[in-house]
């Protein structure tokens, strides 16, 4: 039996903290996971900057409200589902995710959350679990699944490499150029496509 992993930011919804970058005019923000290897090494690098700026949970919550998702994405995800089970992971939180996730029909996403002072401010990430999208795709091979990953992102590449098809969706130069062995889509139709002959093979 077949399942789909897929990342969320890029793939069916715009980059967050691009979005919360350029409402704020805060450059420093636009740093994603696409730019940056190491997740612990963005977060700490973006709760600083929040800090500097005294912006709250509630002022990046306010932008996410108007984030519609990725045009085309939302019956991409509609077609998806009835040929499969799909699981989004992501490596954003809880807290940011639920009006991105009624916006594209509430779709199954396995994510992290955020310790909060009381005065709204973040404090610090709480993962899951370290390498979260990796070990999701490890045990769903293990309870036997054959399974097809792809997203745009260096924290989307171990779940590509470990599933048991995959590609890069959309994916900046930088890891092109990294993973010359990863094939390459861009529009929703190719990755339905892909996605298609794997369930099929």
Known sequence: MEIVTLDLEGVLVPEIWIAFSEKTGIPELKRTTRDEPDYHKLMAYRINILREHNLKLSDIQDVIATIKPLE???????EL??????????????????????????????CNSL?????????DVKMRIENGKFHAVDSLQKIGFRVFASG??????????????????????????????????????????????????
């Open 115 to 123: 310790k909060v002072s009381e005065d709204g401010m973040i404090e």
């Open 81 to 110: 589902r009835e040929l499969t089970q799909v699981i989004i992971l992501s490596d954003t939180f809880s807290e940011f995710a639920l009006p991105l996730m009624r916006q594209l029909g509430y779709p199954t996403i396995f």
């Open 72 to 78: 085309g994405a939302k019956a991409f995800l509609d």
């Open 152 to 201: 745009d992102s260096y924290n989307d590449l171990a779940m590509i490499h470990k599933a048991d098809g995959g590609c890069l969706f959309r994916a900046p130069e930088k890891i092109l150029e990294e993973e010359k062995n990863l094939h390459l889509v861009t529009e929703y139709d190719d990755l339905l496509g892909e996605i298609k002959a794997f369930i099929n093979g």
